[in-house]
């Protein structure tokens, strides 16, 4: 349909009349006359009958004037989108996939934030676990992901930080004091943070290419109980120093492992359908500032 149509049944409607609402839509009653003839045959109704005194909408004509005012509003709005973002009067939800690492990290930070300067939004968190991130991104099922993960060609991805490996062990550790042999760091046994079933998989797989095996006395996916474990016993975890620094380690210490592990890149992906929204370019503006450099890449 030709949307102009629905213009001029806006204005019959409020005006009851052919010739006020041509003025009013910068039309001859010609013109009008002639889009109202194709109205009706759209809706295969009169919708408009002439009086003594203006156009009597039909019943027809009743039904149809709240969903085309509405149409006519949503497009009008769409149309004349400011180009700003305000925060504050925003009312949105976010659907962002993390994982409880970046949980830990990023939401104490965001949430205080939000809290001050746009306390209209939401934020829901998806398990990793409920899609693959291709899938979950290009569904809208997720509107960000942050983490470490293997995404595939057509998304947009921008480094947040960094981070390194750390053991933790109790203050009252019957040998390591301050640094640890690799001797300790496999004769004690080890405590494995293992959100949602996961393994420790860059620490596991840097351990098998070196040829070393530690023994796991706990598999675990709560990282709250972690530190209530090891504060009174000889184990071991090795963890990002980031979620060390976020837990309860006022029992523990921190150690430089003595086995190098590699780096962990935590990123930020999103769709390219969302990649100029304002809203959620602010959002990932907000969560990048918490942290450090790096661009944005498109891969």
């Avoid at 109202?36 to 003594?52: A, G, K, N, Q, Y």
């Avoid at 709240?66 to 769409?78: D, G, N, V």
């Avoid at 180009?83 to 949430?111: A, G, H, Q, W």
């Avoid at 962990?264 to 999103?270: F, G, K, V």
Wanted: some cysteine; glycine content about 2%.
């Amino acid at each position: 349909m030709d949307l102009n149509l629905l213009l001029v049944f806006d204005s019959i409607y409020k005006l009851r009349s052919l010739t006020i609402a041509g003025e009013h839509l910068g039309r001859t009653q010609s013109a009008v006359s002639h889009a109202l003839e194709r109205l009706r045959s759209v809706f295969d109704d009169p919708l408009f009958v002439r009086t003594s005194r203006q156009m009597r909408p039909t019943p027809k004509a009743d039904e149809l004037a709240i969903p085309i005012r509405y149409a006519l509003e949503t497009l009008q709005k769409a149309f004349s989108a400011s180009d700003t973002f305000v925060p504050e009067n925003v009312e949105c939800t976010f659907k962002i996939s993390m994982s409880d690492y970046c949980e830990t990290v990023i939401l104490p930070r965001l949430m205080q934030y939000l809290l001050k300067e746009a306390p209209k939004i939401q934020i829901e968190i998806t398990s990793p676990a409920s899609a693959t991130p291709q899938r979950g991104l290009e569904s809208g099922m997720f509107d960000l992901i942050i983490g470490n993960r293997d995404i595939t060609a057509g998304m947009y991805q921008q480094k947040l930080w960094v981070d390194e490996f750390v053991c933790m062990v109790s203050h009252r550790h019957p040998q390591i004091k301050t640094t640890m042999t690799l001797v300790q760091y496999l004769e004690f046994p080890h405590i494995l943070f293992a959100p949602r079933g996961k393994k420790d998989r860059i620490v596991q797989e840097e351990l098998k290419k070196k040829g070393l095996s530690r023994i796991v006395a706990l598999k675990s996916p709560n990282i709250l109980v972690i530190p209530e474990i090891i504060k009174n016993t000889p184990y071991i975890i090795t963890l990002p120093r980031m979620l060390a620094e976020s837990i309860d380690n006022s029992q523990l210490k921190v150690i430089i492992p003595p086995v190098k592990f590699p780096k962990l890149p935590i990123m930020q992906y999103w769709h390219e359908a969302l990649h100029n929204d304002l809203a959620h370019c602010w959002l990932r503006k907000v969560i990048k500032q918490f942290f450090e450099e790096s661009d944005a890449l498109n891969v």
